[in-house]
């Protein structure tokens, strides 16, 4: 059934999506300061947005819209500028072919995936589609289930926010659209070429991406992680109405509203201490919590990764599976990663001194396929952050003995 959105309901929206975001899908700040600006005007001709689900959709074409690039170099952006333009030229060109560009989707679950995807809608006058490609936010492209179901990467059109615009074109090897492991391989090559770009000055960090254009048949095939966006909405009404001011009232909403197994990875302490680098459009870092005795280290890149503890041998927990923060007392619930880190380095003092945890979410299904193009490119990246095992599912790993997630008192 189709929502309509308005700013109140995007100001939910990015609350729950950063929480869905592991630690990373943009900051809470950039988010708000896009959706700030939503309303009626030289910029925007309706102050609303329509979402449809993938069933509800029978005609025209969707494309894949971001925002690509460094969280912190994204924080100050007042409008959608590059997304905007990168859709509006892949639109111009289905429309050139006599086609029809109608929706846009969501990269990703997170603050700034799902307000990008609603803002460049209204803007365009296109609709947005309810789900994303990860059901969690993803530091690669080849981690969506869009480059996993051999979409046709072409055409990718990538655009600063000065206007600076690039179409990246890498022909087929075999026929007109490629067979399906040259469309993996495509998915690889594109980001390879896409980060050096988004790191140029001119780029200064951060660009708006579009690409992947689906018909409705190939748009539910590649989509099979539906209902996220409203999930997210959800989530950010129950938080801001204050449905969940303890760790124990989280996971029972997690529970009960959408089936979420909401693992405790730490016992609840604070924010210890914090280091961040930002460069090629990511911000490399990590964030540490002190519970008593034990220090939880979260590894990311934009998102969060890897978790570890100086209590035991394994990781807590890693990607695919979200790392996801949850923060009680006064001030924002969620936060990523971007949000918790200053520029320095130092942490958030908005939220230092607040009582956290860690919680664990069980990856959908299409990441955690064994052998698959998602699963390989997740643990390609966790293999860089120094842990060289395979995926151990993060519900697997708080059965391991001594687990510490297994003494928290919920709360």
Same mark, same amino acid.
């Given at each position: 059934?189709?929502?309509?959105?308005?700013?109140?309901?995007?100001?939910?929206?990015?609350?729950?999506?950063?929480?869905?975001?592991?630690?990373?899908?943009?900051?809470?700040?950039?988010?708000?300061?896009?959706?700030?600006?939503?309303?009626?005007?030289?910029?925007?001709?309706?102050?609303?947005?329509?979402?449809?689900?993938?069933?509800?959709?029978?005609?025209?074409? *969707?494309?894949?819209?971001?925002?690509?690039?460094?969280?912190?170099?994204?924080?100050?952006?007042?409008?959608?500028?590059?997304?905007?333009?990168?859709?509006?030229?892949?639109?111009?060109?289905?429309?050139?072919?006599?086609?029809?560009?109608?929706?846009?989707?969501?990269?990703?679950?997170?603050?700034?995936?799902?307000?990008?995807?609603?803002?460049?809608?209204?803007?365009?006058?296109?609709?947005?589609?309810?789900?994303?490609?990860?059901?969690?936010?993803?530091?690669?492209?080849?981690?969506?289930?869009?480059?996993?179901?051999?979409?046709?990467?072409?055409?990718?059109?990538?655009?600063?926010?000065?206007?600076?615009?690039?179409?990246?074109?890498?022909?087929?090897?075999?026929?007109?659209?490629?067979?399906?492991?040259?469309?993996?391989?495509?998915?690889?090559?594109?980001?390879?070429?896409?980060?050096?770009?988004?790191?140029?000055?001119?780029?200064?960090?951060?660009?708006?991406?579009?690409?992947?254009?689906?018909?409705?048949?190939?748009?539910?095939?590649?989509?099979?992680?539906?209902?996220?966006?409203?999930?997210?909405?959800?989530?950010?009404?129950?938080?801001?109405?204050?449905?969940?001011?303890?760790?124990?009232?989280?996971?029972?909403?997690?529970?009960?509203?959408?089936?979420?197994?909401?693992?405790?990875?730490?016992?609840?302490?604070?924010?210890?201490?914090? *280091?961040?680098?930002?460069?090629?459009?990511?911000?490399?870092?990590?964030?540490?919590?002190?519970?008593?005795?034990?220090?939880?280290?979260?590894?990311?890149?934009?998102?969060?990764?890897?978790?570890?503890?100086?209590?035991?041998?394994?990781?807590?927990?890693?990607?695919?599976?979200?790392?996801?923060?949850?923060?009680?007392?006064?001030?924002?619930?969620?936060?990523?990663?971007?949000?918790?880190?200053?520029?320095?380095?130092?942490?958030?003092? *908005?939220?230092?001194?607040?009582?956290?945890?860690?919680?664990?979410?069980?990856?959908?299904?299409?990441?955690?396929?064994?052998?698959?193009?998602?699963?390989?490119?997740?643990?390609?990246?966790?293999?860089?952050?120094?842990?060289?095992?395979?995926?151990?599912?993060?519900?697997?790993?708080?059965?391991?003995?001594?687990?510490?997630?297994?003494?928290?008192?919920?709360?």
């Amino acid at each position: 059934m189709a929502l309509t959105l308005n700013r109140a309901d995007l100001e939910a929206l990015i609350i729950g999506g950063c929480f869905f975001g592991s630690g990373g899908g943009g900051t809470l700040e950039s988010a708000r300061q896009l959706v700030s600006h939503f309303e009626r005007g030289a910029y925007y001709p309706t102050d609303t947005v329509t979402v449809l689900s993938v069933d509800e959709v029978h005609e025209g074409e *969707a494309v894949m819209v971001a925002y690509m690039g460094s969280p912190e170099a994204i924080d100050g952006a007042a409008y959608p500028l590059g997304p905007v333009q990168a859709v509006a030229t892949i639109q111009a060109q289905l429309r050139a072919q006599g086609r029809q560009l109608t929706h846009v989707v969501p990269p990703e679950s997170g603050a700034l995936g799902f307000s990008v995807a609603c803002l460049v809608a209204a803007r365009l006058g296109l609709t947005v589609i309810d789900g994303d490609g990860a059901g969690r936010a993803v530091p690669s492209l080849p981690m969506l289930t869009y480059a996993a179901q051999h979409v046709d990467p072409r055409p990718a059109v990538l655009v600063s926010q000065d206007g600076l615009t690039v179409e990246l074109d890498v022909t087929p090897a075999k026929g007109e659209h490629g067979d399906p492991q040259h469309q993996q391989d495509v998915s690889v090559i594109l980001e390879q070429m896409m980060r050096p770009i988004v790191a140029a000055p001119e780029f200064k960090e951060f660009g708006g991406l579009a690409m992947w254009v689906m018909k409705p048949a190939e748009l539910r095939r590649a989509m099979p992680i539906t209902g996220t966006l409203t999930r997210a909405l959800q989530l950010g009404q129950a938080l801001r109405n204050g449905e969940a001011r303890s760790l124990r009232d989280m996971q029972a909403l997690l529970r009960t509203r959408w089936g979420l197994e909401a693992l405790p990875l730490c016992a609840t302490g604070e924010l210890w201490e914090a *280091a961040v680098d930002t460069t090629g459009g990511f911000d490399l870092g990590t964030v540490s919590v002190r519970s008593g005795d034990a220090t939880t280290e979260v590894l990311y890149q934009n998102e969060s990764l890897l978790a570890w503890s100086s209590r035991h041998a394994h990781p807590l927990g890693m990607a695919p599976d979200s790392l996801c923060w949850f923060f009680e007392g006064e001030g924002d619930a969620v936060a990523s990663n971007g949000d918790l880190v200053q520029p320095d380095g130092r942490l958030n003092p *908005a939220y230092r001194g607040r009582p956290v945890t860690l919680l664990g979410l069980p990856a959908a299904a299409p990441l955690r396929v064994p052998g698959g193009l998602i699963l390989d490119s997740f643990m390609a990246q966790v293999n860089t952050l120094g842990y060289r095992g395979p995926y151990v599912p993060v519900e697997r790993l708080q059965t391991l003995p001594g687990t510490h997630a297994q003494e928290v008192v919920h709360g």
